[in-house]
Every structure is written in C-alpha cells, then in structure tokens.
C-alpha cells in the first residue's frame, strides 16, 4: 500500500480543460502554474454573526513572520534537548512520563527540518490510542516513499520544519483503547497538571515539550466506538491561520467549531496556534481511503505553507458546515444502514432498517429527516428507541455541483481519493454552507457515551 499512496500522492498536479467531474478520471493534462494572493471569501450563508466573526479574524491575520524569512538563515531545530541541523531528518523518542522505575511509555517522534526557515508543523495521531488512521497515514508519510532526495518531503528543498508523532497514546494503543490506562481521555484533558492524575500528567508534558513551539497542528482522528466518519475537517474558522489551513486541506467537508473543552485543537486556537482536526474512518480499523486522503491533504497543507513545492490541490467544492441535522432511529432492535457515512440522501429517503429478532415478522424503516449528505453513520448493530442512526448536513444550495461527485451508489467521492483534482482558483471553488448549531455544543454530542469505558472516563473527568 505504501508504495502506492507513495506514487499517487507524489506525481505532478495536473490541468484539465473539461470542467464535468468525473468519479475516476482517466488522464489529465499538465496544470498551469498560477498563484492566488487574495483575501479568502467568506460564504454569505453563513450565520450572520459567525460569518462577522470569521471575516474579523481574517482581516486581521498578519503576513509572514519575520523569524520564517530567508535572509536570517538556516538554523538549528532544537527539540528535546537536541539539535537538528538544516537539511536533516531525526528519530527521538519522547517519555509521556518521566519516572524512574515503571513505565515511561517512550513514544517515538520523527523531525524532519528543513534547509531553509519557516514554519514547525506538528502531524499527531493516535491521541485516541484505537484510532489507526493517524498512525498508519504518518508511519507511511515519514518512510522512503515520502522522505528523501526527490521525494515530496525533501528535507534539503523544505523550508521549516515537521514534528511527526505516529501514535500519541501509546498504553491505549498497545491495549487498542480509545483512553488512558486510568480511563480518562486525553483529548480532554489539555493543558494538564504536572501533578494530578495520569493523564492529566501526560497531557501536561505533551503541551509543553511537543505543542507549544508549533506554529500549525494537524490531528489526525476516526470516529469513536460504533460509528463512522467520512473524511472530513474541524477547524475553528473565526481563528485565521486554522482557517486557512482547514481549506488547504483540500478535501469538502469543513466543519466549524472550537471544539470541546479541554481538547488540543481548542487549547492551541486558545494560545494562538493553528490547529485542525481530520476525522475518516472507525476505531480498530485501517480505513485505507481515510488513510491515502489524510496523507493527500498534509501534502497539500505543507505546499500551502509553501514548505514543499508545488500548489496545494483545491476541490470543486467545499461544504462548510456550522450545525447539522441527526438521523434516529425510533424503534430498538438491530440495524441495518442502507445509507453510510458519505452517502447523499434526499429527504424521505430509507437509510436503515430495524428488526428484532424477537418479533421476526416486522421491519421498521428509518427515514432521513432531511436532503443532505451523511457525515457519520452507526456502525454498532444494537438499538433503542432515540439512538443516533446518522449524522447529517442538510444541503439545500449546491445539490446539482454535489451530484456531479457521487458515485454510483450516490456516495460523495472525496478528493484525493482518486488523484489531484484540476487545477482551479480559492475564487473557483463553490462555497456550500450550512447553518444551524450542533446540538449539545460539539459535533459529536448526541452520539452520548456508547463504549462502557467511558462511562469511567466521564466519572474520571470530573475528579482530576
């Protein structure tokens, strides 16, 4: 596989003059080479006072940092005691605890520093120790296929500098746990304390020795226990260095939060660091097309940021989503979903059924309660009366462009899925927004706690 995403993710962009999308392009001809300086746009559908929000925080973004420019040199990247030197690549390995006798739970860390200045963007995964996306996307990105002369992280062309942590949580990954061997969750527990409980220790050490000095995070994620994300982005889009790089990502679903409390994408923005969040996929699984799409969008974000060469790819469209509809199901029983995460549904339309094998003669139907495309569907088979079935965005501009990338089963083909989309300008790229509010304050609220441990991590959270 690595060999694959290493040529797919590594060829030239490319250009077409045939707008009509088209699921599995054949060939596409050589892209031009332009560039765009203008200020990004913001959708006139979006709530009014957030769309305010967010165009306050764009005019006041700054150019670029005096410490990226070139006339100061090339400089050391100092990292945990050590010293990277320009136009080198290093593996250290990070103790989550310092202690002298148990475990200190080592977890490694690749840099890559580049020969020139500019930003350090720190690439997480696995800060949910069962979700493998991360790992598997950055063990993949920090190998030969990605890394080295010619290739499209080449430390001696970089400008700036990656931190590359494969797996976060390493107890919960080697025990595939979602949490923390005290039971908590991680992703809730930043900034942390140098002296409470284990994680909360842990996350204190993460901050200071591998966030703090970052200028950009991506975090990657799946979908918890007994669900599925189609690949989307989180970002806070009213803080600008997060919004900029949220649509250089490069893929269409960009949601806009600030994220929960206590989580890392919400403690960066705080402190003035750009962060967002990648979700694709499910726990304990590998989700290869979350995989090679997490990897396409790095690539693109590290050419926006003009660390690599190339121009970042842009989608057709982007759909940019401040709230949501959820799909229940009104009946208990077992679940079929007819309709997965990715999938465009109408209104009305059958996206699940419910039987019981106790009463084998009746089959109810779940219906969506509105037209829209489905970010995250159940994957747990068990439910009752009120369970969250799907998470939908309810779409009422932009259907035909939306129509125009569906598959034949009508699911939403993301790009990078199947190759860099035809060059376009930010200017080119339909805006389809969706307002509303999450319900219960973050996008996963209503999915509530559907794995028996964290009903220990809540308990947990509220004793430090």
Known sequence: MSDRLGRALSEPH?????????????????????????????????????????????????????????????????????????????????????????????TPVTVIHGSRPGPVVTLLGAVHGNELVGPLALTYLTGPNFVGP???????VMSGTLRIV??????????QSRYMPD?????????????????????HKIWNEVIVGSDYVIDLHTAAFGRTNMPQIRANLAHASSNKIARSFGIEAILDNVGPKGSLRRLTNESDIACITFEGGGPNESDPESVQISIY?????????????????????????????????????????LAPAGSFVDEGEVVATVTNPERPSETHEVTSPNKGLIICSATHPFVTAGTPVGHILPVSKGVKTIRKRLDEDDCLVIAGSDGDP???????????????????????????????????????????
Do not use: C
């Not at 030197?85 to 475990?103: C, H, N």
């Not at 039971?183 to 996350?203: C, H, I, M, Q, Y």
């Open 183 to 203: 039971g908590r969750d991680l992703n809730r527990a930043f900034p942390g304390k140098p002296e409470s409980n284990t994680t909360f220790r842990v996350a």
């Open 166 to 175: 494969p797996v976060v949580n390493m107890p919960g990954y080697r025990r």
């Open 297 to 337: 969008g790095i690539l693109n974000v590290l050419r926006g940021l003009r660390m690599i060469p190339g121009h970042p790819s842009r989608p057709r469209f982007r759909i940019l989503a401040s709230g949501s509809v959820w799909i229940r199901s009104d009946q208990g029983g077992l679940l079929d979903v």
């Open 150 to 156: 010619g290739k499209p992280i080449d430390p001696e």
């Open 14 to 106: 490319s250009d077409s003059s045939d707008e009509t999308p088209k699921p599995r392009p054949e060939s596409l001809t050589p892209r031009s080479k332009r560039r765009r300086f203008t200020p990004l746009k913001v959708a006139n559908q979006i709530p009014k006072r957030r769309r305010r929000e967010i165009e306050r925080a764009l005019e006041g973004s700054a150019g670029t940092p005096k410490k990226w420019s070139r006339q100061s040199g090339p400089k050391n990247h100092n990292f945990m005691r050590k010293r990277i030197s320009p136009g080198s690549t290093r593996r250290i390995e990070f103790d989550l605890l310092s202690v002298d006798i148990g475990e200190s739970w080592p």
């Open 422 to 464: 035809p060059w376009r300008e930010d200017d080119d790229v339909e805006d389809i927004t969706v307002g509303g509010e999450w319900s219960g304050g973050s996008v996963d609220a209503e999915w509530g706690v559907n794995d028996p441990a964290g009903v220990e991590e809540e308990a947990a959270e509220a004793d430090p």
